[in-house]
């Protein structure tokens, strides 16, 4: 996926909500502070979001334009609209996001480190690998990303794993060539 697409999904789950804003929190969002990210953090067809002002309007959004939908057959990605409860994020990340605007409709986007922080609280193996080459790269910095985790509502003990996880990353990317 790439930032037009971005563009586009947003333009089109705006149209179908009838809404003029929707938040963008997957692995795509990446794009609204660096549209020119790596190819790595680019390889997902999904865009998650959710209309933020008719969040009633989820279902009606998936419908028409989610996997195997004729959007998703015409275009090459798709929408996952879902609720952005489901993602675990930091206080104050709807003050940090990250505006994609196109033909007055806007795309919300986490920003870079309340990215990080949520896919590392999945802690997949496809959140750590997209973390580490925002790491690699020098998408995020580690000490506001560990202080992000450090917000984030889940266990202590988790949320201490999640961090060393983070210095270790870190300073094993510093030391390769």
Known sequence: MNRDQLEHAIRAACAVAEDTE?????SQAVLGQFPMAPKEL???????????????????????????????????????????ELATLPP???????????????GHCL??????ASKLAAYRDKDRVFVSVLIKNGMVDVQTLVARIRGLPM?????????????????KLTREP
């Open 22 to 26: 929707v938040y963008v929190f997957g």
């Open 111 to 116: 920003d870079v480190h309340d990215l990080a």
């Open 42 to 84: 680019l390889t997902s067809i999904e865009v998650d979001l959710q209309p933020k002002n008719k969040p009633e309007n989820t279902d009606v959004v998936s419908g028409s334009l989610g996997e195997e939908s004729p959007f998703h057959i015409s275009f090459g990605f798709y929408v996952d609209c879902v609720s952005i």
């Open 155 to 171: 266990d202590p003990s988790i949320r201490q794993s999640r961090c060393d996880w983070v210095q270790a990353t870190a300073a």
């Open 92 to 106: 104050g990340w709807e003050e940090r996001t990250v505006a994609v605007e196109s033909n007055l409709l806007t």
